[in-house]
């Protein structure tokens, strides 16, 4: 599985953006895909993941009722919707994929950049 993220770019704080994050290869229903992101000097964090066959979702704390995933299966994506942005919200943003609940992501995207003026 390969993955591609975009939609990253400059926003202002209060602002949205829609990361997008492309599949190729075949995804099967066991699959789970997540953000990540990784801010200079900072670890990296998850932030959001689906179930690619149920669609269950799960959120950090970080970014719960401000972030949404989401994904269209017709065309292999997963969505990231942000919205009310923040500076500290600045960092480099991931796309990845794992094969079942209980593996590791082992697919990663190359990252997209979100920074976030105050």
């Known amino acids: 599985v390969q993955l591609q993220a975009s939609g990253g770019g400059l926003v202002q704080a209060g602002g949205s953006l829609r990361l997008s994050c492309a599949a190729s290869g075949r995804i099967f229903s066991t699959y789970f895909m997540a953000w990540f992101r990784q801010a200079p000097g900072k670890g990296r964090e998850k932030l959001a993941a689906?179930?690619?066959?149920?669609?269950?979702?799960s959120y950090a704390d970080s970014v719960k009722g401000r972030f949404t995933i989401s994904r269209l299966n017709a065309k292999n994506t997963v969505y990231l919707q942000m919205n009310s942005l923040k500076p500290e919200d600045t960092a480099v943003y991931y796309c990845?994929?794992?094969?079942?609940?209980?593996?590791?992501?082992?697919?990663w995207g190359q990252g997209t950049q979100v920074t976030v003026s105050s």
């Open positions: 990845a994929a794992k094969i079942s609940r209980w593996a590791d992501f082992d697919f």
């Open positions: 689906i179930s690619w066959g149920e669609s269950t979702t």
